[in-house]
T-cell receptor, first 109, second 113 residues
Framework: LAKTTQPISMDSYEGQEVNITCSHN???????ITWYQQFPSQGPRFIIQ???TKVTNEVASLFIPADRKSSTLSLPRVSLSDTAVYYC??????????FGAGTRLFVKA | NAGVTQTPKFQVLKTGQSMTLQCAQD?????MYWYRQDPGMGLRLIYYSASEGTTDKGEVPNGYNVSRLNKREFSLRLESAAPSQTSVYFC????????????FGDGTRLSIL
């Protein structure tokens, strides 16, 4: 299972775009990149998943360069309600998903 | 549309007591999981069940047992609770395959005195 490295914390202001980068140098050919969001007192919630290039949904965009050794989660125009912990996971959807410590995003007014 | 339901939401135990945490999912998923999350930490996998009738150890299985009762339900048992097991416990389910995504319950907050 590929290890991931992401910043421990980030601060932003309402209305700004936030980019959280995750490094995964040992990603395998079959691995997908998945991001989850976790609010206090709740379980993690799936945000977005990708394999290569760019993926966009109603919540976020995920940018993956050609070598796939990193990925960037982009949150457009964040609001206070986007304050949460964001986890980057790399794996083939197998059974032993590993969550690191995540990135704590704090959005200020 | 309940998703993954965990009971109870909160529990306080004394050291040495036993307890079973319940989890049920209504998404017809084959795979189910139990995680623990300690303060300020990520989630650690305790046990998982790839499909009905099978269970396997995760990263931190010691002190726990699990039962995959049927396709919907996956329970976690603490036979003799210890203070080190104070944590928030999350149950999750997922579809199989490389793009399987895990759906989580809202957790059981367990304190062991």
């Amino acid at each position: 299972l590929a290890k991931t490295t992401q910043p421990i914390s980030m601060d932003s202001y309402e209305g700004q775009e936030v980019n959280i980068t995750c490094s995964h140098n040992n990603i395998a050919t079959n691995d997908y990149i998945t991001w989850y969001q976790q609010f206090p007192s709740q379980g993690p919630r799936f945000i977005i998943q990708g394999y290569k290039t760019k993926v966009t949904n109603e919540v976020a965009s995920l940018f993956i360069p050609a070598d796939r050794k990193s990925s960037t989660l982009s949150l457009p125009r964040v609001s206070l309600s986007d304050t949460a912990v964001y986890y980057c996971l790399v794996g083939d959807g197998g059974f032993k998903t590993i969550f690191g410590a995540g990135t704590r995003l704090f959005v200020k007014a | 549309n309940a998703g993954v339901t965990q009971t109870p939401k909160f529990q306080v135990l004394k050291t040495g007591q036993s307890m079973t945490l319940q989890c049920a999912q209504d998404m017809n998923h084959n795979s189910m999981y139990w995680y623990r999350q300690d303060p300020g930490m990520g989630l650690r996998l305790i046990y998982y069940s790839a499909s009905e009738g099978t269970t396997d150890k995760g990263e931190v299985p010691n002190g726990y047992n699990v039962s995959r009762l049927n396709k919907r339900e996956f329970s976690l048992r603490l036979e003799s609770a210890a203070p080190s097991q104070t944590s928030v416990y999350f149950c999750a389910s997922s579809s199989l395959g490389p793009s399987g995504m895990e759906h989580f319950g809202d957790g059981t907050r367990l304190s062991i005195l």
